[in-house]
């Protein structure tokens, strides 16, 4: 064998696979899902020339709330399946919402917060990702009331 060789013919087989897997997907995207709080469907809006997909929810003051969001990857003709995300942020008002600790570490293809509502009336959590170098923003409009 040729010095290197082993190396070369290593790397070639990661980016086969690489490429294999960026083939076979057609898309990539992100599924918000929430706990302690009733989501809408998402609903694609733009704003300030960028897309983004807008959820609105009902929470209550006290009560934790938890925001999922999970990798997908759109395969041609398939069903989605979970996949890894390369990057994830949640951002929120910090006035009106107040960030918790996660209860359990979640799997890789999730980036979830936990938040508690401190204050009556709207308020905004934004996600942005990316994931098989497709950058995807979320919003999630949150109606809070009082509790009863």
Avoid: C
Avoid at 17 to 34: D, E, H, P, R
Avoid at 51 to 78: C, Y
């Amino acid at each position: 064998m040729l010095p290197g060789s082993t190396t070369r013919t290593a790397l070639a087989i990661v980016f086969l696979l690489a490429s294999v897997t960026a083939a076979w997907a057609s898309g990539a995207t992100f599924a918000i899902t929430g706990v302690g709080i009733s989501l809408s469907e998402g609903k694609d809006v733009e704003e300030g020339g960028k897309e983004l997909q807008r959820f609105l929810g009902k929470a209550i003051v006290g009560k934790p709330l938890t925001l999922v969001a999970q990798g997908m990857i759109l395969p041609r003709g398939g069903v989605p399946v979970a996949g890894e995300p390369e990057a994830g942020v949640w951002s929120f008002d910090e006035k009106q919402l107040k960030k918790l600790a996660l209860a359990a570490a979640a799997d890789k293809t999730k980036i979830v917060i936990r938040l508690e509502p401190l204050v009556a009336g709207p308020a905004r959590v934004r996600f942005a990702g990316k994931i098989l170098g497709y950058e995807r923003a979320f919003e999630v409009s949150i109606d809070v009331a009082e509790a009863k």
